[in-house]
């Protein structure tokens, strides 16, 4: 079964990703596109090399926005660097091995990511077992 990878944002996204297959690291994002990417037109951008998305000061996110990998991928490592910044309760994740529901939504694994106060390092289940 192969799966897509998927961003979700609540604050802030990762500045380099590749994939690693048998033959090496394959990029997957080319640090000043969204080429091959699929997400809500206007949340995500690229900005000094990396993908991003903010929430204004002050502001609310209405719903969860997530940013789709366009093309499946069978076993893989997943390697990236992200920065988060903003409130202490900000955090964001990826998610792995999941699947883009009928309403758009993320639905499986997910690595939270936060600023180390509760999320960062725990595995969720979106849509399913939860944490």
């Not at 309760?89 to 990511?113: L, P, V, W």
């Not at 960062?120 to 289940?125: E, S």
Request: net charge negative; aromatic share 12%.
């Amino acid at each position: 079964m192969t799966f897509r990878l998927i961003f979700a944002f609540l604050a802030a996204m990762p500045l380099a990703i590749a994939v690693s297959t048998p033959q090496g690291a394959v990029p997957i994002f080319d640090g000043r596109t969204l080429d091959g990417w699929q997400g809500t037109p206007g949340v995500w951008r690229v900005e000094d090399g990396a993908i991003t998305a903010a929430i204004p000061e002050g502001g609310r996110l209405p719903r969860n926005e997530f940013l789709y990998w366009k093309d499946e991928v069978d076993d893989f490592d997943l390697t990236l660097e992200f920065r988060l910044t903003g409130h202490p309760s900000a955090n964001s994740g990826i998610q792995f091995r999941s699947q883009k529901d009928e309403t758009g939504h993320a639905k499986g694994y997910q690595a939270d990511i936060d600023l180390g106060a509760k999320w960062l390092g725990c595995i969720y289940d979106e849509h399913g077992r939860a944490l």
